[in-house]
Nanobody, 128 residues
Framework: EVQLQASGGGLVQAGGSLRLSCAAS????????MGWFRQAPGKEREGVSC????????YYADSVKGRFTISSDPAKKTVYLQMNNLKPEDTAVYYC?????????????????????WGKGTLVTVSS
């Protein structure tokens, strides 16, 4: 059974930084995609960023490009999302997600509900 454990959310002022972590267990393949979605109050869940284990290729939503950086530790099956220059509009519940194997396009995986496995969300609040 795949399990995803996310951590690192919190309250930060605009312009500040946070780092989210997501540790996975139960993967049966070494080829996978892991990433982050977020859902703000009253809005649809949106894909934020993901990374593919086979080639390290990364995806970022336009709204976070240049501010967020995704990275991974394959040995630990853990992904990180470094969020810099946070804005109030980044306030949301952030969800870690994963899918195996990871050979489809990022547009497939980054659809709302595009990944099979989901962790519990972690709240990020950015104050103005």
């Amino acid at each position: 059974e795949v399990q995803l454990q996310a951590s690192g959310g919190g309250l930060v002022q605009a312009g500040g930084s946070l780092r989210l972590s997501c540790a996975a267990s139960g993967f049966t393949y070494d080829d996978y995609v892991m990433g982050w979605f977020r859902q703000a109050p009253g809005k649809e869940r949106e894909g934020v960023s993901c990374i593919r284990s086979s080639d390290g290729d990364e995806y970022y939503a336009d709204s976070v490009k240049g501010r967020f950086t995704i990275s991974s530790d394959p040995a630990k099956k853990t992904v990180y999302l470094q969020m810099n220059n946070l804005k109030p509009e980044d306030t949301a519940v952030y969800y870690c997600a994963a899918d195996l194997p990871g050979y489809y396009s990022f547009s497939y995986y980054m659809r709302p509900g595009g990944m099979e496995h989901w962790g519990k969300g972690t709240l990020v609040t950015v104050s103005s």
